[in-house]
């Protein structure tokens, strides 16, 4: 492998939350207890990516008291930087989480409005400053859709990478619960987007963002194929557009990943996952896998192998954050699930 990530570093942007779990399987109006960890797609994604080497560089607002301090505790174990977070505000954003089962699906529950990052000053943040030394910046639909004053920040943050030359990735990420301000992502997403050289998306946000349909009648590597010419006229730095998809079969997951990149389309193998210990995340995880692939220099064929491999490892771990070595992920790739113990 041709590793270079000792020259890289990647700032993101985002809102770092509380996740509160409802314990032992029950269900919101059964809570007695809750399981507190630390989430958010950005996060998600710089947690795995100083796991595997990368200088990460995470930018937020929080609130100046203990629960911030927790939560970026918890960024830290990882190596991730938060030297550029900066403080005010009165509250951070939680989330609430019902997990489901092969039954019902898992439900969130947003407490987001007005929390510290909803209410970040567009000039609070210095991104000439920050963004030094910097070679990629990385962003998600999820900021904008928490407020107008988060997306203004966005845009800010992502003029400046462009302005420096950096490399920008950016994450669809649609939620539906979010954009709740009075703006459309569809007003919004585009002109953020423009500047994007790497994405990730998928087929319904697409359509939400770009109104950019395809018949759902076809296959999927021919829609993911005829989406990325869409998108090459709407996002013209655009480079390398990655997804992944998730089915069901009874009660088996089938997670697989397509990429076009350098002019090629690229597809992993269709993985079949039996048991899902956590879904949340294993896009985030996605993501950052082909993110590090690329800033490896691997094949087209590897890094779509790779960025799937981390989404589907990232189902096996409780909580947000895919807890997992290149190790790991190399020998998944290579002899893919085991139930052997390894010792």
């Known amino acids: 492998m041709n590793t270079n990530t000792s020259q890289t570093k990647i700032a993101t942007f985002g809102e770092l939350l509380l996740r509160m779990g409802i314990a032992n399987g029950n269900r919101f109006t059964q809570a007695k207890e809750m399981q507190v ?45 938060t030297t550029d977070c900066i403080y005010g505000g009165d ?13 019902r699906q898992s439900q969130v529950i947003y407490d987001r409005n007005n929390s510290a990052f909803a209410t970040i000053a567009e000039d609070e943040i210095n991104w000439d400053k920050v963004l030094e030394n910097t070679t990629h910046f990385h962003w998600s639909g999820i900021s904008p859709g928490v407020s107008n004053e988060a997306g203004l920040v966005c845009k800010k943050a992502i003029l400046a990478a462009h302005n420096k030359g950096l490399t920008i990735s950016s994450d ?3 939620r539906t619960k979010l954009w709740q301000y009075g ?10 987007l423009y500047y994007s050289t790497i994405t990730v998306a998928d087929l319904d946000s697409t359509e939400i963002y770009f109104g950019i349909k395809t018949d759902k ?10 989406t990325y010419q869409l998108l090459k006229e709407k996002m013209p730095y655009l480079k390398t557009l990655a997804m992944s998809f998730r ?16 002019g090629k389309f690229y597809e992993s193998k269709q993985y079949l996952i039996h048991l899902v210990t956590d879904q949340i ?13 690329l800033k490896n220099n691997l094949s087209g064929q590897e890094c779509i192998d790779w960025a799937t491999a981390c989404g589907v490892i990232k189902q ?14 190399n020998h998944f790739i290579k002899y893919g699930s085991s139930n052997r113990i390894n010792r």
Do not use: W
């Open 37 to 81: 960890h630390i989430g958010g797609a950005e996060a998600n994604v710089c947690v795995l990516l100083s796991q595997l080497g990368i200088n990460t560089n995470y930018i937020t607002r929080l609130p100046n008291n203990d629960l911030s301090q927790l939560a970026l505790n918890e960024l830290h174990k990882y190596n991730v930087n």
């Open 91 to 103: 509250r951070i954003g939680l989330y609430f989480i019902e997990s489901g089962n092969q039954i």
């Open 172 to 174: 669809f990420n649609f």
């Open 183 to 192: 703006k459309s992502p569809s007003e919004i997403m585009p002109d953020l």
């Open 217 to 226: 009648n076809d296959s999927d590597s021919n829609r993911f194929q005829k």
């Open 247 to 262: 089915k069901s079969e009874g009660q088996t997951h089938l997670y697989s990943g397509m990429l076009f990149h350098e």
């Open 281 to 293: 995340g294993s896009g985030d995880a996605f993501t950052a896998g082909l993110l590090y692939s």
């Open 316 to 329: 096996s771990v409780v909580g947000d954050f895919a807890i997992t070595t290149s190790e790991e992920i």
